[in-house]
């Protein structure tokens, strides 16, 4: 079984390699910064909007045809952004914007959308917000942190914002 350290080892060593690659494309240092803080921004809110949002209209209980169209929604959503920043500011980018997301940086995003906008009910916000409510993550599988542990378990909320904000400064050394 691969190891987290041999991972963000790995993620880390093609980031820089292929960092070098595609540096002589014509986007600055903070044009890049820029470009991938503004997509996460605008892929968390989209995220948030269309969760919190569909979850009022469509039944989004796990295996659902509702929760599968937003997970379309929200991958075609993920591709095309890829695609921009890969176009505009180059493979770094793209590879900053993934890793913040894989890492669930996003998704720590989504819930300060819902602080920040504290919409009413039924929509998630200050007093209805699943980070803040939920000592232990049950729906972070994917992330690193979620792909070690055993099938099923959930994660400690401190270690996946540790994970989120490592995964985020990390994205934020391809861009360097």
Known sequence: MVTVRQLVLSVLLVGIASGQVVRAQDSLRAQRFEYVIGATAAFSLFDFLAYSGGRTVF?????????????????SLGVAINYFLYRTCGLPAALAFDLTWWTWGDDLAFYGWA???????????RTDNG?????????????PIGMVRPKGSSIARSTIVAQAIVGFSISLAFLW
Request: net charge negative; no cysteine; aromatic share 12%.
């Open 131 to 143: 980070l803040r409510n939920n000592p232990e993550i049950s729906w972070a599988s994917w992330t």
């Open 115 to 125: 602080d920040a906008l504290n919409l009413p009910s039924p929509w998630l916000n």
């Open 59 to 75: 039944n989004f209980d796990n295996g659902s045809s509702g929760l599968m169209v937003y997970h379309i929604l929200q991958s």
